[in-house]
């Protein structure tokens, strides 16, 4: 049955994580969450354009499934098709409003357009905020004083500004 394979498909890793799935779709090529995982292995493998047509797939089964365009909008972001991605990015928060992380993915990819409207970019970043913020929060009081003469220490944290784009576009500020 091909919801036992997909099921077990589930508990594996790896190649034979894809192969449970590839026999589920044998068996049911309907299947759209097996689909979708096809495609979440086939991206692993960087074998892209299989990838993507899984997620496609999956979407074309079940329009309901924000997580097919969202996929695919992340592949095509990694391959630099911003402008291709960006309305599977926006599908995916119409299926899925309660999510902040496809939301923020959205926000992402606008931050990579070519030439963006950047008064659109700052009105979903508001509905963004609006949407997900903590409401009631009083602001943090700070200690330090306001003396404007004295020296500024700035601090940067990040667990993975290393590898992060954030952390390249920051490299020419710290060096000035």
Do not use: W
């Amino acid at each position: 049955c091909s919801s036992d394979l997909y099921n077990m498909a589930k508990a594996e890793v790896g190649g034979a994580r894809c192969g449970s799935l590839v026999r589920a779709l044998a068996i049911d090529s309907r299947f759209a969450a097996a689909h979708l995982d096809l495609g979440v292995c086939r991206h692993a493998q960087d074998r892209l354009p299989d990838a993507l047509a899984h997620y496609r797939t999956a979407a074309a089964l079940d329009p309901g499934l924000a997580k097919a365009p969202h996929n695919a909008g992340a592949l095509l972001m990694q391959r630099g098709l911003t402008l291709q991605a960006e309305p599977l990015f926006r599908r995916s928060v119409v299926l899925d409003p309660v999510s902040p992380a496809l939301m923020s993915d959205l926000l992402f990819c606008l931050c990579f357009l070519e030439t963006p409207d950047l008064d659109a970019v700052f009105a979903e970043h508001r509905r963004f905020n609006r949407r997900f913020a903590c409401k009631g929060t009083a602001p943090s009081a700070f200690s330090n004083g306001r003396d404007p003469d004295r020296v500024l220490r700035v601090g940067y944290v990040s667990s993975n500004l290393h590898r992060h784009p954030v952390g390249h576009a920051l490299l020419g500020l710290f060096e000035h």
